[in-house]
């Protein structure tokens, strides 16, 4: 029985024993080595450790305190490293496993802390404490640390951060665009003197990014002078904000006047004679005597004014709905004048003038910008004076004088300019409007004008048209006027030659008749001498008709008879001679005309 009593008892043992070892692996393989204390942190973490009551000393956090730095209960300022730690029993603390803290590149980290010491008043962050960029509480707390947002930041990297004290929040870096300017802000630092816009320029903090030595240089709070250029900066942006504009611009052909709103007072350089404003150098307040030349400049917009100047000629037209790129002239129009006779009438206008690079700082220390120079000399001198000049003439003789009108303004102008620090180069008269009611008389008178002109060009040319055409018939008509007077001329040759013939044939007959009647009574007178009187008749016929023709054609005609006798053709029917109609002759009926002409003539008397 006792032997039964003891296997039995051993048996069990044994099973407790057993069963107590698995459930202690179990507890210690489940977390369970918390029941004995035990703290195991992983190599990329910390533990945020919480005391939930303290045996020894102080036991409770003062009021208004949060960390315990003497280990009282709460949120303890040390935290555990990767690793283990004995003797944290888990009814005493509460172990929270907190990752590491990553900041990528580009980014960083703003802190707020949830203890320390108040903030001050009129400051808005809590100053620069050595806490090993905020890895340890404990320094930061008993270092003087403040409570709320922090002046300093984390830059990228990886951190053991109590996040029982420090509250973080990523943020991007700042950037600057290229071609841009950053105008900064600052919400901590000193206040701005009275009469003072901007803080002054602070060396020594790294483009803003270590605000604890901004501060501690004597920087302003506010709008800041200095300008940060296109680039990265981890700033705080709880301690500063940042505005991208653009970078002032100087076209070519212009020069820039700088007007500072900030700086020491300057001393005026412009000279007694000059007493429209202060010229001052650089860095002082006003404007400065030394303008920007053409580029591209990275000036505070909110601290100093730059006013473009072209250097150039620039065109400035009093014309309506006329403007140059420049843009100066947008709200000037048409000059209405009023002529010596009462009339109204427009007048467009272009004036030139140039500012020099040396007289750019006067002109803006006098005027302000371009645009009241346009406004308060240029408008009121040039209008008036074309006022004026057309109020002392009537309008055709100030359109007849167009030249002298814009020559003597031209002069005046260029004199009224010049005290300005302006050189005019040139005026010139545009268009002239003149009344509608007068132009259509004038433009009737000339329409009548012309029209008398054109009438007599006109009156001219069917002058001109009618001997043309007179000369054009004459032309084309005398060919036949020509061959009319030929026709003519043969035609009273032909009658000639008909009636000296018919003239010829009666004399001849005539001559015959007496012939034959003296041969007749010589016959009857006497017979006996018939043979001598029909020899000396024939011989005084024949004497008759040689005295008659000549002796030369006398004989031509005996040549002929004879010819004609034998019915010899000498020469063939050619025309020489014309009459009426088909009426033509030989050459012998032309010997004979000729000969009987002859014979007419002779018996009229000698030729």
């Known amino acids: 029985m006792d032997n039964l009593l003891n296997s039995l008892f051993g048996f069990t043992s044994l099973f407790f024993w057993v069963f107590g070892a698995l459930m202690l692996g179990l507890i210690i393989y489940f977390g369970g080595y918390r029941l004995l204390g035990i703290a195991s942190i992983p190599d990329d973490s910390i533990g945020v450790v919480t005391k939930k009551f303290a045996l020894f000393g102080a036991t409770t956090l003062p009021d208004g305190k949060i960390i315990a730095l003497h280990g009282e209960a709460g949120y303890q300022a ?6 283990l730690y004995f003797a944290y029993w888990p009814w005493q603390y509460t172990i929270q496993t907190v990752k590491f ?60 951060i109590n996040t029982a004290l420090f509250k973080v929040t990523i943020a991007d870096a700042l950037q600057v665009p290229q071609d841009k300017v950053g105008i900064v802000t600052t919400f901590e630092g000193r206040s701005l003197s009275n009469g003072d816009i901007a803080g002054r320029e602070i ?9 604890h030595a901004f501060v501690e240089a004597g920087g302003f709070k506010g709008l800041q002078e200095q300008v940060m250029l296109a680039g990265t900066y981890y700033t705080n942006s709880l301690f500063m904000s940042v505005e991208a ?10 020069v820039g006047v700088v007007v500072a709103y900030v700086g020491d007072p ?26 920007l030349d053409p580029g591209r400049y990275a000036i505070n917009s909110r601290t100093h004014k730059v006013e473009v100047v072209p250097t150039t000629n620039i065109v400035l037209n009093w014309a309506t709905g006329k403007s140059e790129a420049h843009q100066l002239d947008k709200n000037l129009s048409t000059i209405k004048v009023r002529s010596g006779d009462g009339f109204t009438f427009n007048l467009d206008v272009a004036q030139i003038i140039h500012v020099s690079r040396e007289n750019a700082p006067k002109v803006i220390a006098r005027f302000g910008n371009m645009t009241n120079l346009v406004t308060q000399v240029l408008e009121p001198t040039i209008g008036n004076y074309f006022r004026n000049s057309a109020q002392r003439s009537d309008v055709i003789d100030f359109l007849k004088s167009r030249s002298e009108r814009q020559g003597e303004g031209a002069s005046y102008i260029a004199t009224a300019l010049d005290k300005y620090n302006v050189q005019a180069v040139d005026t010139l008269i545009g268009d002239i409007t003149p009344p509608e009611a007068l132009m259509k008389t004038l433009t009737d008178r000339k329409v009548a004008e012309q029209s008398k002109v054109t009438f007599s060009i006109q009156q001219q040319a069917e002058n001109q048209r009618q001997e043309f055409e007179q000369a054009f018939a004459e032309a084309n008509t005398r060919g036949q006027v020509v061959a009319a007077s030929r026709a003519a001329e043969v035609a009273k040759l032909a009658a000639d030659a008909t009636i000296n013939r018919a003239r ?55 040549v002929v008879d004879e010819l004609a006798k034998n019915k010899t053709q000498l020469v063939p029917q050619i025309t020489v001679g014309g009459g009426q109609g088909e009426q033509r002759g030989t050459l012998v009926d032309a010997f004979i005309g000729n000969l009987l002409a002859r014979q007419t003539k002779t018996a009229d008397g000698p030729a």
């Open 203 to 211: 060396a020594g903090h790294s483009t803003f990014q270590d605000a």
């Open 266 to 291: 300057g001393e005026d350089t412009s000279g007694v004679a000059f007493t429209h404003g202060n010229i001052v150098k650089k860095g002082q307040k006003g404007v400065c005597g030394t303008p």
């Open 245 to 254: 504009t653009d970078l002032t611009n100087i076209p070519i052909g212009s």
């Open 101 to 160: 803290l990553t900041i990528d590149p580009h980014r960083l980290g703003l802190l707020e802390a949830t203890d320390g010491i108040p903030i001050p008043v009129g400051k808005v962050l809590g100053k620069h404490v050595d806490c090993d960029s905020f890895q340890d509480a404990r320094s930061f707390l008993l270092n003087g640390g403040q409570r709320g947002p922090q002046m300093d930041i984390i830059p990228p990297g990886t951190y053991r």
């Open 504 to 558: 010829g044939e009666a004399e001849a007959k005539t001559i015959n008749a007496k012939a034959d009647a003296e041969v007749v009574t010589i016959v009857g007178n006497a017979t006996a001498g018939r043979t001598k009187a029909i020899g000396e008749a024939e011989a005084g016929v024949l004497q008759m008709k040689v005295a008659a023709v000549g002796a030369q054609y006398y004989a031509l005609m005996n």
């Open 78 to 83: 040390d935290t555990l490293a990767p690793g």
